[in-house]
Each structure stands twice: as C-alpha cells, then as structure tokens.
C-alpha cells in the first residue's frame, strides 16, 4: 500500500539514505529539514521524483500535514555539531518530539524516534542490553544530546500511555557510509578525509576505546521494519553492528584501504567521551529478524569511494 510519510530530517545523512529507500519501496515522501547539518546536495538525486516533497523547517516549531507515518530523525548527531548550540540542540530533541508526537496525535499516525546509544552515556555493562538504564552526566558536554534523547523516548512512552500513540522507538548506534557530512567530526568520515588528502590520522586517546560500526544500509533496513511492525511493538531496539573495534583498528583499517601516506597523531580524549560501546541485538533479530550484513571492509570501501568523489 502506497503511504504518505514524514521524514524529519531528511536532508541529513540518515535520513536522505530513508528518504531514497521509501521512494524505492513506492511511497510518498515529505522530507522535512532545516539545513543545520544536512543539504540538499543530500537529495539533490530525488527532486525530480514527484512523490519527493522537500519543506525548509524547524521542527523545533508546530508543523502541520496529513500523513500515515513520520519518521522522526530531525537533531545534529555528531558531537561537535550537537555542542555547537547545546540548548538548540535540547530544543530541538525535546521541543521537536512534543511537535511531532502532537502532530501523530491529531492526524493519528504512526511515529517512529530515532534515538541513540548515548542515552546509555559511558555503559558499565557490556554489550548494552534495551534494560540497561544508562551511565550519563547529566551536566556534562554530551548532555545536550544524551538527556534531550533520553527525554524524547519518555515523551514517546507518555504519549503513547496516556493517548495511545503508536510509538516506535530505535537506539541506533553508530553508523556510518556516503553521504556523512565531511566535516562533522565522526571518527568514521574524519579518517577517510584524513587519509585521502595524506593528514595525520587523529586518533582521541589512547585508541583503545572501542566503538561498533554499522553500514548505513543495514541500519535504514532496520528502521523501516521497525515502523513496519505491529502496533504492539514500541522498542526500544537497539540496532547496529555487534562487530566491535578499538579506533586504533579503525585507524589502520581506513590506511590500508585508502593506501594513504598519513601518519597515526595522538590527541587528548574529549570529555565523557565513552570507553566502550557494543549494542546486544538479540531483541533486534528476534522481533525484526534483523541483522546487519555489511562488513566493516565492504562499508568502508563504498564510503572511501563517495568521499574520493566528493572531496578534492
Ligand atoms: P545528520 O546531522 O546528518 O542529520 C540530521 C538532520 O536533521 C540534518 O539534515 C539537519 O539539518 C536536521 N536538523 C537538525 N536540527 C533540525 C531542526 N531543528 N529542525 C529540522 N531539521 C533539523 O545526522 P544523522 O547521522 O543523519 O542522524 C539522524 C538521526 O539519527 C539523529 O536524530 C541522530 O541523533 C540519530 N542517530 C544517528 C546516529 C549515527 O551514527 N549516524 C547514531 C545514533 C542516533
Ligand atoms: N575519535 C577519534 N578521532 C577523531 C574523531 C573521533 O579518535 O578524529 C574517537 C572519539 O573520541 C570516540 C570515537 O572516535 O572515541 C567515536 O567518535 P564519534 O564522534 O564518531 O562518535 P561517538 O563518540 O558519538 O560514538
């Protein structure tokens, strides 16, 4: 069945990926976005489809229209982008969800949050199960996007308790592949564009903490059988990659498949920053019959290949 759906942030990275495959999959797309971290480059490919609508907003303000679905991914994810403006980020996390639940509320559709692993902060259990509550300052520099996160999935149970919204909830952890903004800070995409244009590699620390990388295809799979669910599936799920890296590996790993020059620098470890991360996916494959199937080496490939492409 054809369905009308909302994506907001659909000029970013992931949601240009989720705008692209629901247009494949033969729906109608409303790609929400104020520019602050995405472009149009992002879906540039899509403006002629005359089932793709573009609207320049902030979610952070009321929005109306009539859709089916709304696939909430409007909030800078990297870190330096979300410490950029912290309370517009809190603003646009806790504000954005009030606005988009409001709207499922009165148009009666199904919403879906893209919510993080960070709303596990530094974990101290390992892999980080759904029932694990969390390790996160509260004050501390991430805390704008951790607590404005962990605040939108209560609004999300609220909603969904006391107006019986149908709520989808994903803690997506960290994913990766074309389309990352070049200069946003991931360690993925700083690697690649370090490497491809022979800068020093800036490994955060020691290099030992470790992170799980998911290909941005296996994870916008993930999120649309999550909406697709019955309504007696809220999440929250984790979905990503359970093949987990120090950023060390990462770091050698993206110079030898560049076959870069660059040499591995040393820099100071940011604030909070996580020791460790690895999502446990078994609710994932139960209830999803989801897991991810691009390896790290493959997904790196096809991301080296689109930031050849893009930077010069
Ligand atoms: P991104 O920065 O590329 O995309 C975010 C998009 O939201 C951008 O297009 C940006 O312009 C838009 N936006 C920001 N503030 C807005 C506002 N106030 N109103 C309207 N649009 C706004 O980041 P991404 O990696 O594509 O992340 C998308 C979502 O997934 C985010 O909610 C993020 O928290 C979540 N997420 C991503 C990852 C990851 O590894 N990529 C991990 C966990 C969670
Ligand atoms: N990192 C790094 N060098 C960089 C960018 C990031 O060593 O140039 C490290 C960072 O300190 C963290 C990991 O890579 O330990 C992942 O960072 P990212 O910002 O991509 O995601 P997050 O910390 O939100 O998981």
């Known amino acids: 069945m054809k369905k009308k759906v909302l994506v907001t942030g659909g000029a970013g990275f992931l949601g240009s990926h989720l705008c692209e495959r629901l247009l494949n999959d033969g729906h109608e797309v409303l790609c929400m976005d104020n520019y602050f971290t995405g472009g149009k480059q992002n879906i540039a490919h899509l403006l002629s489809n005359p089932y793709f609508e573009l ?12 859709v089916d679905e709304i696939y909430n991914l409007a909030c800078p994810a990297s870190p330096i982008h979300y410490q950029y403006n912290p309370i517009k980020t809190i603003k646009t996390s806790v504000m954005g969800a009030i606005n988009m639940l409001g709207l499922a509320k009165r148009i009666r559709a199904k919403i879906l949050q893209a919510s993080t692993s960070e709303v596990y902060g530094d974990p101290t259990i390992h892999p980080q199960t759904e029932s694990y509550w969390g390790h996160v300052n509260p004050i501390g520099p991430r805390s704008c996007y951790d607590e404005g996160k962990r605040c939108a999935e209560s609004l999300f ?15 997506i952890f960290n994913t990766y592949g074309p389309r990352m ?3 946003d800070g991931r360690v993925v995409s700083n690697f690649i564009v370090q490497a491809l244009k022979g800068e020093d590699i800036t490994v955060y620390g020691n290099g030992r903490q470790t992170r799980s990388f998911c290909y941005v295809d296996d994870l916008i799979t993930g999120m649309i059988l999550l909406m697709n669910t019955d309504d007696s599936i809220k999440g929250p799920i984790n979905v990503g990659n359970p093949s987990e890296f120090t950023i060390l590996q990462l770091a050698q790993q993206v110079i030898d498949l560049t076959g870069s020059k660059s040499k591995i620098v040393y820099e100071a470890l940011p604030t909070d920053d996580p020791m ?3 999502p446990d996916i078994t609710l994932a ?9 691009v390896k790290l080496e493959e997904g790196l490939k096809k991301t080296i290949e689109y930031f050849k492409n893009t930077i010069s």
């Open 55 to 66: 609207i320049r907003h902030d979610v952070t303000m009321p929005y109306f229209v009539e």
């Open 285 to 293: 494959k139960e209830i999803l019959n989801w897991e991810p199937k």
């Open 181 to 183: 903004h070049p200069n």
């Open 276 to 278: 460790q991360r690895q």
């Open 157 to 171: 149970v609220n909603y969904h308790a006391q107006n019986n919204i149908r709520i989808k909830i994903m803690r």
